[in-house]
Antibody, heavy 124, light 103 residues
């Protein structure tokens, strides 16, 4: 069935780095824009980044721009988020999500498939 | 950047009630509004996309409407499984969430 499984979360010190991965299955991964969305403890959802199906286009929230890099490997059906210069305010559950548009030339900005999330804790 | 204002932040209701949640956008830029339901410890679930399109498998008691800067999610008859937090999303912006609690 259609599935997204995140991994790579953990405890990291402020200023440190972490790389999140998301393994996709059950659909043609290369047809879809993909996004990372996060949720700090007890808080609401925050969009982090998206990447186009061919990796041609990426976009980032201002809060992570210059520190996070989104990428994908369509041959491996995988999405990644490289997080550098981590701060306490980056502590959150990070969700990988599929954009609702298939073979789209732009994101449709609704997420129809979500992973269960991976937890990132930034603390000394 | 678009800002989304969702109201109310908390809503107390009983099974069978009609429930309405509103999202207002800071500017009229798109009708590509989505609504999600999230339960504690779980990932969000898509309910409505493009403001009024019902996602496959979602019960018909959920409906969405609106355009421009004001959008609404309505649950026609609240069921026990519907007690959760609901979020709207327009482009990259999410609303703050509405927690629907048992009255």
């Amino acid at each position: 069935q259609v599935q997204l499984v995140e991994s790579g979360g953990g405890l990291v010190k402020p200023g440190g780095s972490l790389r999140l991965s998301c393994a996709a299955s059950g659909f043609t991964f290369s047809d879809y824009y993909m996004s990372w969305i996060r949720q700090a403890p007890g808080k609401g959802l925050e969009w982090v980044s998206y990447i186009s199906s061919s990796s041609s286009y990426t976009n980032y929230a201002d809060s992570v721009k210059g520190r996070f890099t989104i990428s994908r490997d369509n041959a491996k059906n995988s999405l990644y988020l490289q997080m550098n210069s981590l701060r306490a305010e980056d502590t959150a559950v990070y969700y990988c999500a599929r954009d609702g548009g298939i073979a789209a030339h732009r994101p449709y900005y609704y997420m129809d498939v979500w992973g269960k999330g991976t937890t990132v804790t930034v603390s000394s | 950047d678009i800002q989304m204002t969702q109201s109310p932040s908390t809503l107390s209701a009983s099974v069978g009630d009609r429930v309405t949640i509103t999202c207002r956008a800071s500017q009229s830029i798109s009708s590509w509004l989505a609504w999600y339901q999230q339960k504690p410890g779980k990932a969000p679930k898509l309910l409505i996309y493009k403001a009024s399109s019902l996602e496959s498998g979602v019960p018909s008691r959920f409906s969405g409407s609106g355009s421009g800067t004001e959008f609404t999610l309505t649950i026609s008859s609240l069921q026990p499984d519907d007690f959760a937090t609901y979020y709207c999303q327009l482009l990259e912006a999410f609303g703050q969430g509405t927690k629907v609690e048992i009255k």
